[in-house]
């Protein structure tokens, strides 16, 4: 407080008004009350000034505190009994100072002049604290620029008191009549919407009427002590009859505008509670419910809130703060009235005050203070800052700036916390909807991977006389990357291999739809399974990324020579069940894409089988021994051996349903985790070398 | 689908990743995380213990695989203990003993280190 009034000293309107101050006083000592039109002219100039540096003076001060309009109307009401009393005891005061009061104000003397222009300053004061105080009065709950009715109204009280000179001159009198009654006609205009009394609660206002009616009274008292006889008239009258006009209607304009308050708050009175939650109650059902309608796109969202906000709270700009997610800067998004660098000076300035972590509520700055004043390209003073919060993380920040002098009242500082929530539970609404969108692509993107699995997959297994072939293939819901083929090569020649994919999805099918190439073009020139594993390694360790690879098994079948050749890239072992034992196939070999050619091929083995009636090839992938019951147990190879023991006289189709009947059964409580792909070739005849073919069975279709 | 966890131990030079629950293509992030961790503070001598790791996919094996080039490239190691049967056999039917030493115990791994720094 202490420096807001030493800043007063130093200001310099407050310095050119203490120096006009001087001038009127050292006008006084030498021009007295000289009847030369040049020197009254002069002379109310001088009081015009100082009036308007004081009024300066005063302006400044009330923007650097945060002023109600209760706070107005006390002051008001505390200088009017001020003056009250000051005109009451100004008949004694001067008697006591000087011998004959009357003669004095024909033949002023030195001290008389000193007294009388420190009463006049008083005087000055006063009417300029007053008409500044129903000036922000007047401002106050307008949402729209009033300056104009304002200014008129003034110009014209101006215009009214100087022709106050005309008033004793019988001809022109109708001239200081006319601007008189003109005056009082823009006052009263001017005083009939007093729109801010709406957003009190009830209890102000019933302080309010009280204070209203008080300072009416005061207001008529030091009106009509104006007019009268007494000291104070004729000393103001003397001074200058212009300031005593000037007075007047100022004194007629408090009371005037304080009649009007009165009466408005009165009728106000009654709905005040029911006015207030009805106001409210409307505005918000109404803007709020248009963010329910936008949530599909941020975007959109973002610039409806912003839009809103401009709205509810009469900002004259609009913007979020939004931390950018990818280089975490601070960006202004949606700006509404507002150039990027202007909201970019502005939110510097907000995330300098406060935390963005800790960022809790709605809050209010002004940017034009006198130590550190914060300049912007559009002069914006009052700043409202609300977090925009999801799962109570801060997102943003919503923000809405003023120009000048109009500071948020109460209502609109509601409105922006009330909003700055509903704007949050919209902008987390619309996180949630994107996550679904997201979930939902994931969705179709694995009924995709589906679709191209299903595609690659044979459509029928090859007919082969002499030898059962049976295929199932069940997949998970995300796609696991099991493949499995055949490559007729000649009539007594049969190609097969089967491979898992590492990883699942989108990604594990397309480099299923890869492998399926590979083997499919090498299985034309190439008929040896090791010859065929090594160029496909060779071309699998350039294609996939180093943490991808491929387990596969690729097997002949030679029909005449009764033999199969087997070789094994990391995959499951290809079982040979031949009466009543299961023979683990299992020559040495890594994975196809983990290591280079050389290695691969040092490290890989070829086996040959030679067949002999009703043996069984299955082949197989980890989706089976590796299903799993509720208690997490896995089917495993020995149930998978057991089950194949038992069921070695069956075809191979019924072997391959008994298998999967099992493999269900026992993942009944358990979610299919991994595509489950089994292959069943059962030799049944051999082929005579002669060409003469004989057959039982033909390869049944599943 | 499961819990998977991960801790890891300084010992005499060696970074001991402990594992802990499934490691599938829904966990091995985590691993990933571990090892580009280690590669950043230029710890290439690794040790895995599986003693208590449950389960591990071809997604989870792939890991290894990731990482192993860079660490040898720089004179490092990850080298492989403590697995249980069935852990053994799923990096047994890839072929991996082929391409990582898998040792019985953790110490046996750490002192393979200090041999071949002597």
Redesign the interface.
């Given at each position: 407080m202490s420096t807001t009034t030493a800043n007063i000293f130093k200001n310099s309107q407050f310095q050119l008004f203490l120096l006009s101050a001087l001038t009127l006083f050292l006008f006084k000592v030498f021009f007295g009350n000289s009847d030369s039109t040049t020197l009254i002219v002069i002379l109310d100039l001088l009081i015009a000034l100082t009036i308007f540096f004081l009024v300066l003076s005063i302006y400044n001060y009330f923007n650097k505190k945060d002023f109600t309009p209760l706070s107005f109307i006390m002051n008001v009401g505390i200088l009017n009994a001020f003056i009250f009393f000051i005109i009451s005891f100004a008949d004694i005061i001067m008697s006591v100072l000087f011998d004959n009061v009357n003669e004095r104000l024909n033949s002023p003397g030195l001290v008389y002049n000193f007294v009388s222009v420190l009463y006049i300053l008083l005087i000055i004061s006063f009417l300029a604290y007053v008409i500044l105080a129903l000036r922000q009065l007047h401002f106050f709950g307008q949402s729209k620029n009033l300056k104009v009715y304002f200014n008129t109204m003034l110009v014209f009280i101006l215009l009214a008191s100087a022709s106050a000179h005309f008033s004793d001159s019988k001809e022109y009198s109708f001239i200081s009549d006319t601007f008189f009654i003109l005056s009082v006609l823009l006052i009263l205009f001017n005083s009939v919407k007093i729109s801010w009394i709406a957003f009190l609660v009830k209890k102000e206002k019933i302080y309010l009427l009280i204070l209203s009616i008080v300072i009416t009274v005061l207001f008529i008292i030091n009106f009509s002590s104006n007019t009268g006889t007494n000291i104070h008239s004729q000393m103001l009258g003397t001074f200058s009859p212009a300031l005593k006009q000037f007075t007047s209607i100022t004194m007629l304009y408090g009371a005037i505008y304080f009649t009007m308050l009165f009466f408005t708050t009165l009728f106000h009175l009654p709905t005040a509670e029911a006015y207030d939650r009805k106001a409210e109650e409307v505005s918000s059902l109404q803007y709020f419910s248009k963010l329910i309608t936008q949530v599909l796109d941020f975007n959109d969202l973002a610039e409806t809130v912003t839009d809103i906000t401009l709205r509810v709270c009469h900002a004259d700009a609009s913007w979020i703060i939004w931390k950018n997610k990818d280089d975490d800067e601070f960006v202004s998004i949606a700006n509404k009235n507002i150039g990027f660098i202007d909201s970019g000076i502005i939110n510097k300035f907000i995330l300098s005050k406060s935390d963005w972590e800790t960022f809790g509520e709605t809050k209010f700055y002004q940017l034009k203070k006198n130590e550190s004043s914060i300049k912007t390209e559009k002069n914006f003073n009052w700043i409202a800052v609300s977090p925009l919060k999801a799962r109570g993380e801060i997102k943003g920040i919503l923000a809405a700036a003023r120009i000048e002098d109009r500071n948020f009242n109460n209502e609109d500082k509601k409105a922006i916390a009330t909003f700055s929530d509903y704007a949050s539970v919209s902008i987390e609404n619309s996180r949630l909807l994107e996550e679904s969108i997201e979930k939902e692509r994931l969705e179709k993107e694995l009924d995709v991977a589906r679709e191209i699995q299903k595609k690659i997959l044979p459509e029928k297994n090859p007919d082969y006389k002499g030898l059962e072939i049976s295929s199932v293939f069940i997949p998970a819901f995300e796609v696991g990357g099991d493949y499995y083929d055949f490559f007729p090569i000649s009539e007594t020649k049969l190609g097969f291999v089967i491979a898992d994919v590492s990883g699942k999805g989108i990604s594990a099918a397309f480099i299923m739809a890869e492998v399926k190439g590979i083997f499919e073009s090498l299985s034309k020139t190439i008929e040896q399974p090791k010859e065929i594993l090594i160029k496909a390694n060779q071309i699998l360790i350039n294609a996939l990324d180093s943490k991808t690879f491929v387990s596969a098994a690729y097997g002949l079948i030679d029909l005449e020579k009764e033999k199969l050749f087997l070789a094994r890239a990391g995959h499951c072992p290809v079982l040979l069940l031949r009466k009543e034992s299961v023979e683990k196939i299992k020559p040495s070999g890594l994975g196809l894409g983990l290591s280079d050619t050389d290695y691969f091929e040092q490290t890989l083995d070829e086996m040959n089988v030679d067949l002999i009636e009703n043996d069984t090839i299955v082949l197989y992938t980890d989706g089976i021994t590796e299903a799993k019951n509720d208690s997490l147990d896995d089917f495993g190879e020995n149930y998978f051996t057991e089950i194949l023991v038992e069921n070695n006289e069956t075809s191979a189709h019924e072997l391959a349903k008994r298998v999967i009947k099992e493999v269900t059964l026992f993942s009944k409580d358990h979610s299919q985790y991994d595509d489950i792909t089994l292959v069943i070739l059962k030799w049944k005849q051999k082929i005579k070398i002669n060409g003469e073919k004989e057959w039982q069975n033909s390869a049944p279709q599943l | 689908?499961?819990e998977f966890s991960t801790a890891i131990i300084e010992k005499d030079n060696v970074s001991v990743i402990n594992l802990k629950g499934y490691l599938d293509?829904h966990t091995a992030p985590a691993l990933e995380e571990n090892f580009t961790q280690l590669i950043d503070n230029k710890r290439f001598k690794i040790v895995v213990n599986f003693e208590e790791l449950?389960y591990i996919?071809?997604?989870g094996?792939?890991?290894f695989?990731?990482y192993i080039?860079n660490i040898r490239e720089n004179k490092g190691d990850i080298k492989l203990t403590t697995m249980s049967d069935?852990v053994y056999n799923?990096f047994d039917?890839?072929?991996f003993p082929?391409?990582y030493e898998i040792f019985k115990t953790e110490d046996e791994a750490i002192n393979k280190f200090k041999e071949s720094t002597n």
């Open positions: - | 689908m499961a293509a449950a996919s071809s997604a094996l792939g890991v695989m990731a080039e069935k799923i039917l890839l072929g082929l391409l």
